[in-house]
């Protein structure tokens, strides 16, 4: 049976369907690499250190004429409070808020592709003005493009690999999204421990120039999502992207046989084959206008509340569990609290999260979504427990492993498996208007993570003496993020769509 899976799972994934996931994660990659770029450079940035490399590598390092830290129009660091980083930081949370809210409707109305060019051309932008800012309010400009971009993508790119993706292996790919955000956490992580002295900080910042370049690039040999073009009236287009997706000699009947009718684009399919997959032509005269329900619309209506309700409980919970008080503060949060370099740690636990979520990819579709959420739940509240008391007990090595096992449980489910939900709990009619509720949700919990946690870790490290307090109190978020997730969110494991997962008998129209 495992062996028949296997092939199954092979015939069915092509090397252009992997080029189609490889170039759309390249916005997930980037929303990573921007939410950690700061972390280990953040002393150097903000003038409180020249350096936090380590000596021998500050000894090694080259002195080439192209060194960044000699250039003298733009300054070494930016003189900053910790209050002002914080904004900077979180101002990268408030344009995915933003981006996340409109780019749900946006791909549902235009498509996924042109929303994923738009993406691209954003953070281009941001990467740009971040890398020549010389003042907080311009860095802070940059960061809130680079967030739109951010937003935008963690909604549209999930919806696009699930669209692509076979059906029953959407469970595997879904977490592609988590790895690429990973990859992305991972490499900034890198290059801060390398490129954190003077002002080669900017050459961190600069890699995200090069890398929207890319996307740009590669978002013009990519077709539009096949559903999407069958529920906007382009079928007869559909099938024939779906068909070069899973190779010329797939059946995909199956896969098609709840799609709208043709009618009126019976004879299309001879001209549509020599033109180019992306964006769709007019769709045909009298056809149906599709219904996409606006964000304000799925709440009001019953039928979708519920799954509402699910995705934001969930993505809180991601947040709230305390994934990005490491992700975006450890090397200042664990300076001198560990056995090894804080920044060497950090890209460490980057790689940890990296081959944890790789290792665990198969688990959602074999133990399914919610069982993985509340093992990684539990996970880290357990971690979260070992790793306070470990600080405030000054047990060092203890709380290393305990960051390493916090960061691990996380990649378990909760951060591949929020991803996919919204695409599940809803038909292709709310799934754009869902995605948007989800990651905005999403950055919502993320900006008062990055705006709040330095502060109420300081409040608690000064009113009850030490450090490590704050763990107490994401230990006990998580213990209500279980009992939440365990209530409110539903299986969709094996489900053929959201009226399975509901337990409806009448599909949502």
């Known amino acids: 049976m495992a062996g028949q899976s296997l092939r199954q799972c ?3 994934i092509t090397a252009y369907l992997i080029l189609l996931i490889a170039i759309s994660a390249a916005g997930p990659l980037q929303y990573g690499y921007h939410l950690a770029e700061l972390n280990a450079p ?10 936090i490399s380590a000596r021998w ?19 070494h660091c930016i003189p900053m409070s910790e209050a002002a980083f914080a904004t900077i930081s979180s101002m990268f949370t408030l344009g995915g808020l933003v981006g996340a809210l409109c780019a749900g409707p946006f791909s549902s109305h235009r498509g996924r592709l042109p929303a994923m060019r738009a993406t691209a051309l954003l953070y281009l932008l941001g990467s740009l003005v971040e890398t020549l800012s010389g003042a907080v309010a311009l860095m802070a400009a940059g960061r ?23 059906p029953n292996e959407r469970g595997l790919f879904g977490v592609m999204t ?4 990973n990859v992305g956490i991972l490499s900034s992580q890198t290059l801060g421990f390398f490129l954190s002295y003077g002002s080669a900080w900017r050459w961190i910042l600069g890699v995200g120039v090069c890398i929207a370049a890319s996307q740009i690039l590669g978002s013009l040999v990519i077709p539009e999502s ?10 007869t287009r559909a099938k024939i992207v779906l068909q070069r997706i899973r190779g010329k000699g797939f059946d995909i009947k199956d896969e098609v046989r709840d799609w709208p009718k043709e009618d009126d684009e019976r004879g299309e399919e001879e001209s549509l084959l020599a033109q180019q997959d992306g964006a769709p032509e007019a769709a045909p005269a009298g056809s149906q206008a599709p219904v ?4 304000v619309d799925v709440v009001k209506d019953a039928r979708y509340r519920p799954a509402i309700i699910a995705v934001v409980g969930v993505m809180f919970a991601q947040q709230f569990c305390g994934i990005n008080s490491i992700i975006m503060y450890s090397v200042s949060l664990l300076a001198d609290l560990l056995p090894m370099s804080s920044a060497l740690l950090t890209i460490l636990i980057s790689a940890v999260n990296l081959i944890t979520t790789l290792a665990c990819s198969p688990l959602p579709d074999r133990l399914g979504r919610k069982t993985c959420l509340l093992m990684s739940i539990v996970g880290q509240g357990s971690s979260s427990l070992v790793l306070a008391f470990s600080i405030v007990y000054g047990v060092k090595v203890l709380s290393a492993f305990a960051v390493l096992f916090f960061v691990a449980f996380f990649a378990v489910g909760l951060g591949p498996v929020p991803f996919m939900l919204a695409s599940e709990l809803v038909g292709q009619e709310a799934v754009g208007a869902t995605q948007s509720w989800c990651l905005g949700a999403n950055y919502i919990a993320t900006f008062i993570v990055a705006q709040f946690f330095p502060i109420i870790n300081t409040a608690l490290n000064d009113a009850l003496g030490g450090h490590g307090w704050v763990y107490f109190l994401f230990a006990a978020l998580a213990a209500a993020s279980a009992v939440f997730v365990t209530w409110k969110v539903p299986e969709t494991k094996g489900r053929k769509d959201a009226d399975e997962v509901w337990g409806r008998t009448q599909r949502l129209d």
Not at 178 to 181: F, G, M, N, R, Y
Not at 226 to 235: E, I, Q, R, Y
């Open 226 to 235: 096949p559903a999407w073009l069958a529920t906007n009236g382009h079928v």
């Open 42 to 51: 953040q002393d150097v940035i903000t003038c409180r250190k020249k350096s």
């Open 144 to 166: 809130l493009v680079s967030g739109l971009a951010a937003g935008a993508s963690t909604v549209i790119v999930p919806l696009y690999i699930s669209e692509v993706a076979p």
């Open 10 to 12: 092979l015939r069915e």
């Open 178 to 181: 988590q790895v690429s955000i």
């Open 57 to 75: 590598l500050m000894s090694a390092r080259p002195t080439f004429s192209t060194d960044p830290s000699s250039s003298s129009w733009l300054p």
């Open 292 to 295: 996409h329900l606006g964000f």
